[in-house]
């Protein structure tokens, strides 16, 4: 089988590998052809254009980093020009946005399916995603065999949009778990307590999550390289959010403030580390 990925950042470039493990031939563009250098002597095929990977592939998985780059990358003012081509739209985008593109796509003649998912690196190199489909059953079931690669039982979630929506609602768990862990870890420290007894109490109680002990020794090392999430990926996330929460006349002024610690932190330079680094904000360093 073969596809082709637009979109080669950290994740466009586990999801080569994926595909390439798996047998596929596979396609990849990148505006920034030096990051698919590797791909190409594991066995991908560059190509110089977007226009080129869609010309020459079936089945396109855009992995841009939002919806304008999506739109830039796809022929959507050219009638006809995706005719018979399937569009899977697998970054992170608002409801509203996946909807617009879907229908740009189905007026070009191609076939549309939002596909977000959940999970980072290792779990896309080891096809234990979390993946999030919205859109037409059909292409859901057509194109099944492709999901089933980055996840065992991809989920049909609904309409173009709903799969979109679900994917915001977990970042919006991110950044609130994050920030809030941040904070209590950080009070308690301050306090004496030992870190140690503070995790014990976490962990048996009702308030644990797993990304806690994921991200402990980011904050108590306070070395947040090798980010599998970048912090400005969630703050553009954060901002998705708040946007579509505020026009379903939701509160968001929990968010808000975290929506403003992310933003320092990004403008304190850590946009690219990984987002645990909102701790340097929670937490100065002193």
Known sequence: MDIGI???GLMGHAFVERFLSQGFDVRAYNRTSASIK???GNGA???SSADELIRLSSTIIMMASDADAINSLLPLAQEEALRGKTILQMATISPQQSVATGKA???????????PVLGSIPEAKTGT?????GGSKEVFEDVLPILQVLASAPRYIGDTGSAAALKLAMN???AALTAGFSLSLAYAIKNGVDTDMFMDTVRDSALYAKTYDKKLQKFLQRDFGAANFSTRHLLKDIR????DARALGLNTDALEAIERITGETVENGMGLLDYSSIYEVICPHS
């Open 6 to 8: 637009m979109g080669i």
């Open 38 to 40: 590797d791909l190409v």
């Open 45 to 47: 095929t560059a190509c």
């Open 105 to 115: 796509v189905l007026s070009c003649g191609g076939r549309y399916l939002e596909a």
């Open 129 to 133: 995603l979390i993946v999030m489909a």
């Open 172 to 174: 919006q768990l991110i």
């Open 240 to 243: 998705l959010f708040i946007d």
